[in-house]
């Protein structure tokens, strides 16, 4: 017999998303991952929008799924804190090729039942974004599309499973996977091996290899690597809006958006690589970049750059999210899920859960479940430095570490000491926002580091 | 003498901000209240490690943190209130300052603000160097904090880019925590500082300065294994093998809160832009120190602190009216920068009784011009200009604008003017 209902393999949003979702059943759920902290691949370097899923292919799962996790993330954000601004996009056209593109944008995003978008014109757009650069044609309100913070909403996910009760085992990549006799999977990792009668592969860059580990072929991952330009804080009066391209066959384009953060961000690139590891920036990624940014926000040039990032998105040769579900033998593969999958993630939980619902899962609500609150790292929200309840009941939320983006002790010492504690300096900055400024650890570097090596001492 | 019951308050515990303190008690203000977000006030010079602070202004040399002490001191014998981990977040509605410290979150109303908030190098993201994101990529102020607080280790073979005086400390302390310098890379044709720096690091610590050279990139997982050095003139590319990466110098001014506060910039010092008595154009807000450009040794940020305070303390006793902006002095490459950069109604001397003027390429001794509307205010020689490195102006000619003319041009003379 195996000793646990459900493995899930990778602890992206995805694969956190689909353990929250089963931990809220009377189920025996392990995570496994390869890193040391969840969220560390593809879901922490990406555009970080909440899609409406208004230009998906229409039919396809991405587009119905999109649309569901649009739905449940705009209810599950607010109620536990995780930063999401309902912005609203304007697409915009720059050329009359891009103008004639425009009423087949709008046929798509009906078909795929999204009837909020609607045209408008170059006057009404430059009132709303006065720092447009010049020779904008007309553009497309897309008033739902939103930014959300993406560390705080994996996090929150991973968190809520495991005070509930799932297993989070990291540093433990998947070095092979047998089927046991009987049913079920055993799953040997770097940190010992487990055994499970249901195995969901949400392992995301290495999904197909994880699949290619049980016998299948349906898909091959190839890397799609994007690189972002973050902007100084003070750039942000500069727009207002998601600013997006008129898409092509091959990529959305580049976009100019806010982030829950303060900052804006231009990009993404979109090339082709190799290696699954390759998150390096380039010369010609990134001055591709400032002459796209130059042209669509021409102010942005006399701001500082305060980071530089790239992810990996999970492409395949398909068209559409790669999910499977072999229900004899108890395996869900969920690959392939590129740049939407942020917005996805609860949509594809909740479409898991009910496939291994089908497949024989026995699914008994659990009677209690935890109550979850993140802390609230977006701007949108007073952060603790700024509500004097918070100081008052602990005088750390008044000492301001970080200065550039007025991080307290008082949330370095509880990412440090969390349900998912921050294990290196890249988890302290995704859970509290510490060394992401302007500065670059030029003030704080050293405080916070001593911080850390002070909690990993005493743990 | 001070105006109702506000106090004058200071941003910034640093040489300029104490300075300033002191002086505003000396001219008899009642109130002065300095606020640093450091757990420790002093500012740069606490974690500079070496001699040579104060000779200018405490008339004594002294290392950099009993400088940066010896200040706290000074500035709490004169009777000014110094708040360290109180960090200024923005300004209320009212114009009132919003501060938060360990005792809670206030308001904060002001006769006049100070702004010393100094400033800091850029980053390597903010310089645009492609390549991977590895542990190991540090600026001089992550450098000395990290060596002055965690001791010794900070890596093996360390990159220095950069080549004027704070990359030779940064050097420094490479070498004191251990490290061997591989080399300096700087995209100059030579090195920017002192001959006797240049011959110490060669001889001593033998490392190579790399000039007309850029960072082209930075590669390695999870630390920095090697980067790529690109030869200007060549175009040839080189890989060099080392573990730690130092970003010096390349100034930036943290004007946040005076953004934040509608404070004009100069674009040429990213700093506020200010007058002969280092007024900025929001009333009641003055500037001072490194805030107001690239960095200056302390103790000359010390003496605009103090030249700052002779400002306030007129500006309480005589209530004096807030000058109109002024004319603005703007430079024409490959100047950089001048401050102050502008003169209002209120003549009166400069910092030091003199313009720093900064350029952004070595130029051999050559001829400057003042103009304003083509009218002639001030030429002369002046000696070699060398990036990163500021010469003095005379201020003589700031009577001779006329309030009401064009923007005033510094430039360097071209033949045939």
């Given at each position: 017999m195996p000793d646990r209902d459900v493995v899930i393999v990778g602890v992206g949003v995805v694969g956190a998303a689909i353990a929250r979702d089963l931990s809220r059943f009377e189920l025996r759920c392990t995570l496994v991952e390869a890193a040391p902290d969840v969220g560390t691949g593809t879901s922490k370097a990406n555009t970080a929008l909440l899609h409406t899923g208004f230009d998906a292919k229409p039919g396809t799962i991405e587009s119905r799924l999109v649309r569901r996790g649009h739905e449940l993330l705009s209810e599950y954000a607010p109620r536990t804190g995780i930063p999401l601004e309902r912005k609203g996009a304007l697409l915009v056209a720059w050329s009359d090729e891009e103008q004639s593109a425009l009423p087949g944008i709008i046929d798509r995003a009906h078909e795929n039942g999204y009837d909020a978008i609607r045209g408008v014109d170059v006057e009404e757009l430059y009132r709303r974004e006065p720092h447009l650069g010049p020779g904008a044609r007309a553009a497309l309100e897309v008033p739902d599309e939103g930014i959300v913070c993406p560390f705080t909403t994996t996090l929150a996910f991973a968190t809520e499973a495991v005070l509930a009760g799932c297993e989070l085992r990291l540093c433990a990549p998947v070095a092979a996977i047998e089927r046991l006799e009987g049913g079920g999977f055993r799953v040997d990792t770097g940190t010992g091996s487990l055994t499970a009668r249901y195995l969901v592969n949400a392992a995301g860059l290495r999904s197909d290899e994880i699949d290619r580990m049980l016998g299948y072929d349906g898909f091959m991952i190839r890397p799609r690597r994007g690189e972002l330009i973050v902007f100084d804080k003070l750039s942000r009066p500069l727009v207002d809006h998601i600013v997006l391209a008129v898409p092509t066959s091959t990529t959305k384009g580049v976009l100019v958006a806010p982030t829950v953060f303060g900052n804006l961000i231009l990009g993404p690139t979109a090339e082709d690589v190799e290696d699954k590891e390759d998150t390096s920036s380039t010369s010609g990624g990134l001055a591709y970049l400032r002459s796209e940014g130059r042209r669509i926000v021409p102010g942005l040039r006399d701001h500082e750059v305060t980071a530089i990032y790239v992810g990996l998105r999970a492409a395949t040769e398909h068209a559409d999210y790669q999910i499977t579900i072999h229900a004899p033998e108890g395996y869900v593969c969920v690959g392939g899920i590129r740049s939407t999958g942020l917005t996805a993630s609860m949509a594809i939980a909740e479409h898991v859960r009910s496939e291994l619902g089908a497949a024989g899962l026995p699914l008994r609500p659990r009677q209690k479940l935890p109550g979850l609150r993140m802390p609230n790292i977006g701007e949108a929200f007073l952060r603790p430095f700024a509500r004097p309840d918070r100081i008052a009941e602990n005088s750390d939320y008044g000492?301001?570490?970080?200065f550039c983006e007025r991080v307290t002790r008082g949330e370095i010492v509880d990412a440090l000491a969390g349900?998912?504690?921050?294990?290196?300096l890249d988890g302290l900055r995704r859970r509290t926002r510490v060394l992401m400024g302007r500065c670059q650890g030029f003030f704080c570097g050293a405080h916070v580091a001593a911080l850390l090596a002070e909690a990993r001492g005493s743990s | 003498m001070s105006v109702g019951e506000d106090p004058v308050v200071v941003v910034g515990g640093g040489p300029a901000g104490l300075a300033c303190a002191v002086e505003l008690r000396r001219r008899g203000v009642d109130e002065v209240l300095v606020l640093d977000r450091e757990a420790c006030a002093g500012g740069i010079p606490r974690h500079s490690a070496h001699q040579g602070f104060g000779l200018r202004d405490l008339h004594r040399v002294l290392a950099g943190p009993r400088y940066a002490q010896r200040y706290v001191e000074l500035a709490r014998e004169s009777g000014a209130r110094v708040q360290e981990e109180a960090m200024v977040t923005g300004w209320s509605a009212d114009g009132a300052l919003d501060v938060t410290s360990p005792e809670g979150r206030e308001t904060l109303r002001a006769s006049a603000v100070v702004l010393a908030t100094g400033c800091r190098e850029r980053p390597r993201s903010a310089r645009l160097v492609p390549g991977s994101r590895p542990e190991g990529v540090l600026t001089t102020g992550q450098l000395q904090q990290l060596v002055k607080l965690n001791g010794e280790h900070v890596g093996q073979r360390a990159v220095v880019v950069g080549a004027e005086h704070v990359s030779f400390s940064a050097v420094m302390t490479l070498v004191h925590a251990g490290a061997d310098v591989v080399g300096m890379a700087t995209e100059l044709p030579r090195h920017q500082s002192f001959a006797l720096f240049r011959a110490g690091a060669a001889l001593r610590y033998r490392v190579p300065v790399w000039t007309r050279t850029a960072l082209a990139g930075i590669h390695g997982?999870?630390?920095?294994?090697e980067v790529e050095l690109l030869d200007l003139d060549s175009g040839q590319k080189r890989r060099v093998a080392c573990d730690t990466v130092v970003f010096t110098a390349d100034w930036i001014p943290d004007h946040e809160l005076a953004v934040l506060g509608g404070l004009e910039l100069d674009?040429?010092?990213?700093?506020p832009r200010v007058d002969t008595g280092l007024r900025t154009t929001r009333p009641g807000v003055f500037a001072a120190g490194n805030l107001l450009h690239g960095a200056e040794p302390a103790d000359i940020a010390a003496l605009s602190g103090r030249h700052a305070a002779v400002s306030v303390s007129r500006r309480l006793a005589e209530s004096e009216a807030w000058p109109e902006r002024g004319v603005p002095i703007t430079c024409t490459r490959p100047l950089q920068w001048i401050a102050p950069n502008s003169v209002s109604a209120k003549i009166q001397p400069p910092p030091l009784d003199r313009f720093a003027l900064r350029s952004a390429a070595f130029v051999n001794r050559s001829r400057i011009e003042i103009r304003q509307d083509d009218r002639p205010l001030w030429s002369g020689r002046v000696a070699r200009l060398t990036p990163g490195r500021s010469r003095a102006l005379p201020a003589t000619w700031i009577t001779r604008v006329d309030q009401n003319g064009g923007p005033i041009i510094v430039a360097l003379a071209t033949p045939g003017h």
């Open positions: 000492r301001v570490v970080c349900p998912i504690p921050a294990v290196d | 997982r999870p630390r920095v294994e674009s040429g010092t990213r700093g």
